[in-house]
């Protein structure tokens, strides 16, 4: 079993829809959790972090956590062509002074016209 | 931005060479990283260090070996290249347990 699970797509949502990307968990001492977007060719950058039970919203994004479940999600609203990208499940669990960051697969997304 | 170096950021080798890939920052991060990407696989951990001298494996460390002697330097060595090591390596480092980390520019590695 992958450590973070991902969809990895392609998903397409037409322009102005909202894009749902999910992810799960397999380590339940995680503690923190990220989602970074990742354009072809480019580096990952953080779009949203998330470390505690329920929704976190910044603009356009949110993220959902619910680690009863190991279930993380990112909600894209009003979806733009320059939101199409490869979106990546990072999950961070912390152990003494270690910090283990894993990423999952990563999501396709493609906002059409 | 960070300031996270890769270097060298494209490289060609042979098959059975040792190849050694340097990741410098200068942000005084304690924590760094390294992942391979590959089409259909996402960023697979190699190996990371939570400190000078402090480092463990992660997914992926087979015929990969780590190094870091000072806080700005994570050295990643490929003993004896093989081409299933062909791949686009990303280093990534971050200040404390839980924050944000922030990634080098990659280096494609090809092996021939």
């Known amino acids: 079993q992958k450590e973070v699970e991902q969809n990895s797509g392609p998903l397409s949502v037409p322009e102005g829809a909202i894009a749902s990307l999910n992810c799960t968990y397999s380590d339940r001492g995680s503690q923190s959790f990220f989602w970074y977007r990742q354009y072809s060719g480019k580096s990952p950058e953080l779009i949203m972090s998330i470390y505690s039970n329920g929704d976190k919203e910044d603009g356009r994004f949110t993220a959902q956590l619910n680690k009863a479940s190991q279930y993380v999600s990112l909600l894209i609203r009003d979806s733009q062509p320059s939101d199409s990208a490869t979106y990546l499940c990072a999950v961070d669990r912390l152990t003494g002074t270690a910090s283990k960051l894993t990423f999952g697969t990563g999501t396709r997304l493609q906002v059409t016209l | ?112």
């Open chain 2, 1 to 112: 931005d960070a300031g996270i170096t890769q270097s060298p950021r494209h490289k060609v080798t042979e098959t059975g060479t040792p190849v050694t890939l340097r990741c410098h920052q200068t942000e005084n991060h304690r924590y760094m990283y390294w992942y391979r990407q590959d089409p259909g696989h996402g960023l697979r951990l190699i190996h990371y260090s939570y400190g000078v001298k402090d480092t463990d494996k992660g997914e992926v460390s087979d015929g990969y070996s780590v190094s870091r002697s000072k806080t700005e330097d994570f050295l990643l060595t490929l003993e004896s290249a093989t081409s299933s090591q062909t791949s686009v390596y990303f280093c990534a480092t971050k200040l404390q347990g839980g924050t944000e980390a922030f990634f080098g520019q990659g280096t494609r590695l090809t092996v021939v």
